[in-house]
């Protein structure tokens, strides 16, 4: 499996980015697709993710209402549409994927099999 994370940029506070991830393998409603991200001089932090079926999804509660979560099973892409940015979102954007039968939305990023290379993100405040 292989990750390719596009769309990172740059915008103004209160803006929008689209980030996409487009994943190279087999079987991708079989992985739950997360996205993660890591600001300067801080841990890595889960953002969303979405289950097989696109019909689960998982935020974290700072990004709740602005970004969404999408992913289209006959493209292998998963989509983060960011709205409303803030300054505190500026961080390199990883887009992962996790093998699960069960579908659940995890966010720890451990469990994740697969990662792509990141993408940043700068918010200007």
């Known amino acids: 499996v292989q990750l390719q994370a596009s769309g990172g940029g740059f915008a103004q506070a209160g803006g929008s980015l689209r980030l996409s991830c487009a994943f190279c393998?087999?079987?991708?409603?079989?992985?739950?697709m997360g996205w993660f991200r890591q600001a300067p001089g801080k841990e890595r932090e889960f953002v969303a993710a979405?289950?097989?079926?696109?019909?689960?999804?998982r935020y974290r509660d700072s990004v709740k209402g602005r970004f969404t979560i999408s992913r289209d099973n006959g493209k292998n892409t998963v989509i983060l549409n960011m709205n409303s940015l803030e300054p505190e979102d500026t961080a390199i954007y990883y887009c992962?994927?996790?093998?699960?039968?069960?579908?659940?939305?995890?966010?720890?990023?451990?469990?994740?099999?697969?990662w792509g290379h990141g993408t940043l993100v700068t918010v200007s405040g």
């Open positions: 393998g087999v079987t991708f409603s079989d992985y739950v």
């Open positions: 992962a994927a996790d093998y699960t039968v069960t579908g659940y939305c995890s966010v720890d990023g451990r469990r994740y099999d697969y």
């Open positions: 979405i289950g097989g079926s696109g019909a689960s999804t």
